[in-house]
């Protein structure tokens, strides 16, 4: 089974960088999408990025604002999510996503990473 597990957290002041890593145990093949969602208290889960298995492609929601690069290294079997330029905004626990018809429930969640944004 598919296993996803997030670490690369931790407190930053505004202006500064992080880098997200994603561990995935296990093999996935075929199409699948990886993705990047954060939530804050009190506020719904949200998408912050996307990269499609066909072509690479990937996707940001709008707040990223160029901020934010979604990758991987399939050789290592990981997914980054490097944010540059953080805002206060961006504080919220950080979960990896895969989404694939081969999961028996569709898709896999990480157990989150706390991102703090503060001076």
């Known amino acids: 089974q598919v296993q996803l597990v997030e670490s690369g957290g931790g407190l930053v002041q505004p202006g500064g960088s992080l880098r997200l890593s994603c561990a995935v145990s296990?093999?996935?093949?075929?199409?699948?999408?990886m993705g990047w969602y954060r939530q804050a208290p009190g506020k719904q889960r949200e998408l912050v990025a996307t990269?499609?298995?066909?072509?690479?492609?990937?996707d940001y929601a709008g707040f990223v604002k160029g901020r934010f690069t979604i990758s991987r290294d399939s050789v290592k079997n990981m997914v980054y999510l490097q944010m540059n330029s953080l805002e206060p905004e961006d504080t919220a626990v950080y979960y990896c996503?895969?989404?694939?018809?081969?999961?028996?429930?569709?898709?896999?969640w990480g157990q989150g990473t706390q991102v703090t944004v503060s001076s």
């Open positions: 296990g093999s996935i093949f075929g199409f699948y999408v």
């Open positions: 990269l499609s298995s066909v072509g690479g492609s990937t």
């Open positions: 996503n895969i989404a694939s018809a081969r999961l028996t429930g569709g898709a896999i």
